[in-house]
């Protein structure tokens, strides 16, 4: 819907300031699928997309599903496993096809700050490598200001939904934003697969853009009191969170004085405890050891996970 298309260009003029044009725009069933279509049009056998460990648990598994090859950038905790630009150009190869990012991110929900974007978006213009960004989280961040790639680089693939922001996961309704050179290609891939996304859950999504905001505020506002409640719980508890993290609605915790596995351990908390986390080796080799965490669930919820989690460590403190 045209309509839709001009809410989303009007919403990214309204936060970032960019000027886009609706016919940059593809409406899709979700936002994974507008990932898995990206790829399809850029990459071909053994190309190549940077990106960093940890990540996306879906990230590495399209590439290689299309036949490239996941070439990981290992980024620690202290700058939000962020992807820094000089580290990317050291892995740049003739076969680099994309550059791949996340702000706010998952799993660790922290956000990318404006020199490493602005510097990741030098690579993309000097060399004609995309930038891949994943913004399905734009919105859900607590503290200081908020970017998109699109402010320092036309030459980007911006992917996003509803799904986070408007708590609509049920809908499946995401969009590319893309270069006006690559729409062609993206369209035919689309019509093909899709053909198109639900007609009343577009009329949704524009509901959604151009309706009251007070409601994502408030949103927004919860989640922060659940963020910081559980950072002060879980640093309590003895987990490691070097870094706070400003985005999203996770929290990914170094769990390794209590078990180097994160997987074992995330089974026995789950068995013994009735909590689900997430293990951090989903995410790659680089969180082992990490147990992801999120707030997206009412305090009463948090707090009672909380209290039998602390006892669940306690208990392996004293063993």
């Not at 550059?99 to 974007?117: C, K, R, Y």
């Not at 922001?165 to 899709?194: D, E, S």
Request: proline share 5%.
């Amino acid at each position: 819907m045209l309509a839709l298309r001009e809410a989303i260009v009007e919403s990214y003029y309204q936060k970032f300031g960019v000027d886009l044009d609706p016919g940059q725009v593809i409406v899709t069933s979700g936002t994974s699928p507008a990932l898995l279509m990206v790829f399809m049009a850029l990459l071909e056998k053994r190309d190549e997309v940077i990106m960093s460990n940890p990540h996306y648990s879906c990230y590495p598994n399209f590439v290689k599903h299309l036949g490239g090859t996941p070439v990981f950038v290992y980024t620690n905790e202290t700058n939000g496993f962020a992807l820094e630009p000089e580290t990317v150009r050291q892995r740049l190869s003739p076969n680099t096809k994309a550059i791949l990012i996340n702000s706010p991110s998952n799993p660790g929900g922290h956000v990318m700050s404006p020199e490493n974007l602005q510097g990741l978006a030098a690579i993309a213009d000097e060399r004609g490598i995309p930038i891949v960004s994943d913004e399905i989280y734009q919105g859900l961040i607590y503290s200081g200001e908020e970017h998109s790639i699109l402010e320092y680089t036309k030459n980007a693939f911006v992917l996003n939904g509803f799904s986070k922001l408007y708590a609509m996961t049920g809908w499946r309704l995401g969009y590319i934003i893309c270069p006006p050179g690559c729409v062609r290609a993206l369209q035919k891939i689309h019509q093909n697969f899709f053909i198109c996304a639900n007609s009343f859950v577009q009329e949704a999504g524009i509901a959604a853009l151009k309706g009251p905001q007070e409601h994502v505020t408030e949103m927004v506002q919860t989640y922060n009191v659940r963020r910081q409640y559980m950072l002060k719980r879980l640093i309590g508890m003895g987990l490691d969170v070097r870094k706070e993290p400003m985005g999203a609605f996770y929290v990914l915790a170094d769990a390794r004085k209590y078990c180097s596995d994160s997987l074992e351990l995330s089974r026995r908390i789950l068995n013994e405890a009735g909590v689900a986390v997430t293990p951090g080796i989903d995410f790659g080799n680089g969180a082992e050891g990490y147990l992801r965490f999120s707030y997206a669930n009412s305090l009463e919820n948090i707090t009672e996970g909380m209290d039998r989690l602390e006892a669940f460590l306690e208990k392996e403190l004293e063993g």
